[in-house]
């Protein structure tokens, strides 16, 4: 027996389109369309003006790979930006979290996800040439490595060092170990060992 539709299908169609988000299934993806209709002109309203002005507008920054209204993005065309140092990460999520922490104000690259054949992601499929010539052609003097500690993140990062070994490019990458407010008995072997090797003078 076929599911009865309890809307129409402009209604149908939102909530299919909810539930494509990250985090949403078919029920959260219902509460949040039936929420959306009831608060029409205070939030569906200004969602749909802001989501065509998104279509219209926001494009990837043809320098580091970010999503912006502008080309070069805001953090490209800042002068105010280290220019000698480079921070590469996975994705624009993982660029938008260094620049909530507010701890570099550094530029930027993104490589729009990692190396995984099993996937059949290699890396012409990445940003990785982009990164290159960028080291080549300003004065980078350090590419931060940002990349998640994944088997995919660490090939990643060992494909990149090779990449640019020849280069004047001093490389580094982001420390791996105990986070902060971490308790040890929570951690796993891996984190542990790898705080122990990364140890710092206290």
């Given at each position: 027996?076929?599911?009865?539709?309890v809307?129409?299908?402009?209604?149908?169609?939102?909530i299919?389109l909810?539930?494509?988000l990250?985090?949403?299934g078919?029920r959260?993806?219902?509460r949040a369309?039936?929420?959306?209709?009831?608060?029409k002109?205070?939030?569906?309203?200004?969602?749909?003006e802001?989501?065509?002005v998104?279509?219209d507008?926001?494009?990837?920054c043809?320098?580091?790979?970010?999503?912006?209204?502008?080309d070069?993005?805001?953090?490209?065309a800042?002068?105010r930006?280290?220019?000698?140092?480079l921070?590469?990460?996975?994705?624009?999520?993982?660029?938008w979290?260094?620049?909530?922490?507010a701890a570099?104000?550094?530029?930027?690259?993104?490589?729009?996800g990692t190396?995984?054949?099993?996937d059949?992601?290699?890396?012409?499929d990445?940003n990785?040439?982009?990164?290159?010539?960028r080291c080549r052609?300003?004065a980078?003097?350090?590419?931060i490595?940002?990349?998640n500690a994944?088997?995919?993140?660490?090939t990643?990062?060992?494909?990149i060092?090779?990449?640019?070994?020849?280069l004047?490019?001093?490389?580094?990458?982001?420390?791996?170990?105990v986070?902060?407010?971490g308790?040890?008995?929570?951690?796993?072997?891996?984190?542990?060992?790898?705080?122990?090797?990364a140890?710092?003078?206290?």
């Amino acid at each position: 027996m076929s599911q009865n539709k309890v809307a129409g299908p402009e209604i149908e169609q939102l909530i299919k389109l909810l539930a494509k988000l990250p985090g949403l299934g078919p029920r959260s993806a219902r509460r949040a369309a039936l929420h959306l209709i009831k608060k029409k002109d205070q939030l569906l309203v200004p969602l749909a003006e802001a989501m065509g002005v998104a279509v219209d507008r926001i494009g990837v920054c043809s320098t580091c790979g970010t999503v912006d209204t502008s080309d070069p993005c805001a953090i490209c065309a800042d002068p105010r930006r280290d220019q000698a140092t480079l921070v590469v990460v996975e994705d624009v999520a993982d660029l938008w979290a260094l620049e909530r922490a507010a701890a570099i104000n550094a530029r930027y690259h993104v490589l729009g996800g990692t190396l995984s054949p099993l996937d059949g992601i290699g890396p012409d499929d990445l940003n990785i040439s982009g990164l290159v010539e960028r080291c080549r052609a300003e004065a980078i003097s350090e590419v931060i490595l940002a990349i998640n500690a994944t088997v995919e993140g660490q090939t990643t990062a060992h494909y990149i060092t090779d990449q640019l070994t020849g280069l004047d490019v001093s490389i580094t990458r982001l420390a791996h170990g105990v986070p902060v407010g971490g308790e040890l008995d929570y951690l796993d072997e891996g984190t542990l060992a790898q705080a122990l090797k990364a140890r710092t003078r206290f």
